[in-house]
């Protein structure tokens, strides 16, 4: 997920920042796309929550290794 830390920055480029902690929790279907990405704990911004919990969250998928790239069909 490190690898992806600029869609992130790019969320709050968009969105500005945020204090508190975001937890996001999805879970990983067998071709290893990430699916219903949702914020389990929110910070003070839920426009930020939403795209980082969400559209930059969902774009990720897990490979047969077991680490997360983006996904270019999205």
């Known amino acids: 997920v490190d690898s992806h830390l600029d ?11 945020a ?4 937890v996001v929790e ?3 279907a ?3 796309k990430v699916q219903d990405p949702h914020a389990k704990e929110h910070s003070s911004n839920a426009a930020l929550d939403a795209c980082i ?6 774009r990720l998928t897990m490979d047969e290794h077991g680490a997360f790239r983006g996904d270019a069909t999205r």
């Open 53 to 58: 919990g969400g559209e930059a969250t969902s």
């Open 30 to 32: 067998p071709t290893g």
């Open 19 to 22: 204090s508190g902690k975001l």
């Open 7 to 17: 869609q992130v920055k790019g969320c709050m480029g968009e969105h500005g920042a």
């Open 26 to 28: 999805f879970s990983i």
